[in-house]
């Protein structure tokens, strides 16, 4: 798995701020980069992995080849399935408004607005194992001020709300076979892991946490445990509820 470890004492030498590559279960540990990066999201080759900071990056998974491909500001990329493309949200196209969803071609070095303009924010998109839909959040206008989990195509349209709901919903995440969707949904200050069907039935509480990320091999969830000691807050778990453990990367 790829991450992101915050040195919060500011001063470590042995653990510094950067992105990671940790093999499951237990290791080894390696920097591919130091520096803050958020929403990483593996190539579906297994080859690179997009990050946002200060703009949108990738780097190869041997750590070489770290370049900018996309300007800030722009955030939470996503891989098509064919590797190609990636999803993301940007508020450069609409000053003042709130960011929407764009695709860029990777190999074209084109960009493409699929939003809808005026009717609230898109963010957070992730690409089907399909290729076919894309998940993201919305900010509805005239609706709740917390956002919401939708799905629609990736041209933009067929737009379906999933979760109906007055808390906050995000970090939606497509499992490895399409069929089911985990998302971070906040009451309060707590967030909790939930799963639905892509239809948006069946939603199920599984566990406190936040930023759910699907394992490429298995129906487990990967996700962030903030309520767990500093050095094991990398946690994962059936999607069934059960086989909760801690990672110590």
Known sequence: MAYCHLDTTLVST??????????????????????????LDWSTDGTQISYSSN??????????????????????????????????????????????????????????????????????????PDGSRLLHTRYVTGGTPFPEVFAMDTSGSNGVRLTFNNVLDRDPAWSRLGDYIAWARFPGMIGEIWI????GSVQTFLVRGERPQ?????DEILFVDPYAPSNSQIAIIASDGTGLRHLTP
């Open 214 to 218: 699907w394992s490429k091999v298995s």
């Open 55 to 128: 703009g949108i990056h990738v780097i190869n998974a041997d750590g070489t080849g770290d370049s900018q491909v996309l300007p800030s500001p722009s955030f939470n990329p996503s891989w098509s399935p064919t590797s190609d493309m990636l999803a993301y949200d940007t508020p450069r196209s609409n000053p003042g408004a709130g960011s929407l969803i764009w695709l860029f071609d990777l190999q074209l070095s084109t960009e493409r607005d699929i939003s809808t303009h005026g009717v609230g924010e898109w963010r957070e998109p992730t690409w089907s």
């Open 196 to 199: 639905m069907r892509t239809d």
């Open 14 to 39: 042995s653990y510094p701020t950067g992105i990671y590559i940790y093999e499951l279960p237990s290791g080894p540990r390696t920097l591919l980069r130091t520096g803050a990066a958020y929403a």
